[in-house]
């Protein structure tokens, strides 16, 4: 008996104080945001019950992480995959609408939104994969191989369609491959990839929107034209690869010998990533195409698109340094800021809490993260360190993309902030995650 107590002392000793401190500040910013962004509507104690609940459940689940060592989930990686695939198959036959997006598990009083798991779970898996064949990093199979394991989980989250789920992906595998020493120029090849994937739908967005602007006869408004006709595209693309291959042939000549490997692979990131491109395109909504890109000006549509940022930074400067107080602030209790409760939380706490309370807020993120970095840097393991550098990874990327966002400094991409946002998916993965963390962090010293 004295053996079992002195082993939940060491656990609860082990606890990253810090890290948690962090993560209850978060969420106690969180409940105060939330009931003042949902106060005009008299949703207030309902939004915060539900997440509350979420939050009690998501607790559970920390406890239950933190005590499980984290090492076995590397044993069973493969299996923790298909658990992964399954969930995000199975949301698209018995899943239910939400937002245009068939992603969500409804039980009536609460829904679930499983990719937020599998995100979790494809950290898991990706770091199990790379610290078994860490000393295959540099070559092509390897790559080939975790781009496989990324393609399981974005062709099925695309099918739903959920485009900003699958944009935290890349992040994740780009940092991790890069920690393990992979070849810098087949990450070059993912980032080119990832870029068509993305750039393309939202160059045909962005060519749509200036066509209204631009007067006739203008070398911008040609541009424009010529770029809308899909051939003269496909024409660009094709010259960018013979032109690759045309300066490796002449640099080959010139007795610099450069694989052929390299221009091969390249060509075929371009070529892949605009055929890519094509189902993400179809995918997207035509407001969601308008959200990404007139971030740039959304002065190009204010009453629809470009409506979301103004009004966001119109809430945030409003605030000044000190804010207008909790449940004054005139642009999120007169209802101006869409989405005031979920994806643009921050307005709600820049205006209210003004600049103090903003940066608070920063810095307890920059808290949280510093301190899974630190648990990377001391875990026992090279596993342990790649799992804490994943979810640190995916965390910075969430929110510097929706601080960004909500400042008119990044697209709007629906993401929510961790520990912030309300909803119960996200709440409950982020204390998954955490409880992960925690679990490595008691472990570096310990065996069980």
């Not at 198959?89 to 992603?103: D, E, I, P, Q, Y």
């Not at 990044?410 to 119960?424: C, E, F, I, K």
Request: proline letters at 3%; hydrophobic letters at 55%; a positive charge.
């Amino acid at each position: 008996m004295v053996q079992e107590k002195n082993l939940l002392e060491r656990l609860i000793s082990s606890i990253d104080v810090w890290l948690v401190l962090a993560v209850f500040m978060l969420i106690s910013i969180s409940f105060f945001a939330i009931y003042s962004a949902s106060f005009a509507y008299g949703l207030s104690f309902r939004y915060i019950f539900v997440q509350a609940v979420a939050v009690g459940i998501g607790l559970v689940c920390f406890l239950f992480l933190t005590s499980f060592n984290y090492q076995y989930y590397k044993h069973f990686s493969k299996v923790v995959y298909i658990l992964s695939l399954m969930l995000l198959a199975a949301v698209l036959v018995f899943g239910s609408f939400k937002r245009g997006t068939k992603g969500w598990f409804d039980f009536g009083f609460i829904s679930f939104q499983p990719v937020e798991i599998t995100k979790i779970m494809f950290v898991l898996v990706l770091s199990a994969f790379l610290d078994i064949r860490v000393k295959m990093s540099k070559t092509l199979p390897f790559l080939i191989s975790v781009f496989a394991i990324l393609m399981g989980h974005l062709i099925l989250i695309m099918m739903q369609p959920d485009f900003s789920s699958t944009l935290s992906y890349f992040p994740v595998t780009l940092v991790l491959l890069f920690v393990v020493g992979a070849n810098p120029f087949y990450l070059f090849c993912i980032v080119v990839f990832g870029g068509l994937v993305v750039g393309i739908p939202l160059l045909d967005t962005f060519v749509n929107l200036q066509l209204k602007f631009i007067q006739d006869g203008t070398f911008f408004a040609k541009l424009a034209i010529f770029l809308k006709n899909d051939k003269n595209v496909i024409c660009i693309i094709f010259s960018i690869l013979v032109f690759i291959i045309g300066i490796w042939r002449f640099l080959w000549k010139l007795k610099i010998e450069i694989p052929i490997v390299y221009p091969v692979i390249l060509c075929l990131a371009i070529s892949l990533g605009s055929l890519a491109s094509i189902p993400v395109e179809k995918s997207l909504k035509d407001y969601q195409r308008k959200r990404l890109i007139v971030f740039l000006n959304p002065n190009v549509d204010p009453k629809g698109a470009g409506y979301n940022i103004i009004q966001s930074k119109i809430a945030i400067g409003s605030g000044k340094i000190l804010g207008k107080g909790f449940k004054k602030g005139t642009q999120t209790q007169l209802g101006f800021l869409p989405e005031q409760h979920t994806d643009f939380i921050f307005s709600v706490i820049g205006e209210e809490g003004g600049w103090l309370v903003s940066q608070a807020t920063i810095i307890i993120y920059f808290i949280f993260i510093w301190r899974a970095l630190v648990i990377a840097k001391e875990s026992r393991d090279r596993y342990g360190s790649l799992i804490a550098i994943g979810i640190a990874t995916m965390f910075a990327f969430y929110v510097v993309i929706n601080i960004g966002m909500v400042m008119g400094m990044m697209p709007v991409t629906g993401m929510p902030l961790p520990l912030l946002s309300y909803g119960g998916s996200s709440i409950l993965s982020s204390l998954c995650a955490i409880g992960v963390l925690c679990s490595i962090n008691m472990r570096r010293y310990m065996y069980y």
